[in-house]
């Protein structure tokens, strides 16, 4: 079993809908969570960072942690077609300085039709 | 300000050979991190560097290496090239715990 599962899609949804994307994970002992979205052939851009549990709010994106659950959530409102494409949730342990390793999901393709 | 910058954008090179990929970090940051993201796959921790030592490493062989300068930017080498090792090698740069990725350098070995 992986860490840190993610449901791979496609996902293609209308512009303007509201889309969720979710990622599970297994080691009770992650407490930085983070969301990467990722243009095809572009490096990974951080998009959300929440410590620990609870919500985060940035323009039209959400980001929510279940510790309890080991489950989080990135929620997209008004979404536009130049939100398509893959997003990625990664997730660490304990930061020490120097030693910090992110497990990642698989990531999910989202496709906005205009 | 100038983000994480990585080089060559795309590599070509034959089993056996070896490779040297370069990263320059963000502007303050000072640890640099590389993963591995296969097609279609999230990216894999390689290792991570702070002060020109490496203090994590991922499930990778020997054959992956690194080095860190005093300017804080750092190479990632891999020796005796397999198939398996084609892949888009990013480069992360940090201070804290957010971490800022590159464009990423494509390798490809035929």
């Given at each position: 079993q992986k860490e840190v599962e993610q449901d791979p899609g496609p996902l293609s949804v209308p512009e303007g809908a509201i889309v969720s994307l979710n990622c599970t994970y297994s080691n009770s002992a992650f407490q930085y969570f983070m969301w990467y979205r990722q243009y095809s052939r572009k490096g990974p851009e951080l998009l959300m960072y929440t410590y620990s549990s609870g919500n985060k709010e940035d323009g039209r994106f959400t980001a929510q942690v279940d510790k309890s659950s080991k489950y989080i959530s990135l929620f997209i409102r008004d979404s536009q077609p130049s939100d398509s494409a893959t997003y990625l949730c990664a997730m660490s342990d304990v930061w020490v300085q120097g030693a910090q390793k992110l497990v990642f999901g698989q990531g999910t393709r989202l496709t906005i039709n205009p | 300000d100038a983000g994480v910058t990585q080089s060559p954008t795309h590599l070509i090179k034959t089993r056996g050979q070896q490779v040297t990929l370069r990263c320059s970090p963000k502007s303050g940051h000072d640890t640099v991190s590389w993963y591995q993201q296969a097609l279609g796959?999230?990216?894999?921790?390689?290792?991570?560097?702070?002060?020109?030592?490496?203090?994590q490493r991922g499930n990778f062989p020997d054959r992956f290496s690194g080095h860190q300068f005093p300017n804080?930017?750092?190479?990632?080498?891999?020796n005796a090239l397999l198939l398996g090792d084609s892949a888009?090698?990013?480069?992360?740069?940090?201070?804290?715990?957010?971490?800022?990725?590159?464009?990423?350098?494509?390798?490809?070995?035929?």
């Open positions: - | 796959q999230g990216p894999q921790f390689i290792f991570q560097y702070y002060e020109e030592e490496e203090r804080y930017s750092s190479e990632l080498n891999v888009l090698y990013l480069c992360a740069s940090s201070t804290g715990t957010e971490q800022y990725f590159g464009p990423g350098t494509r390798l490809t070995v035929l």
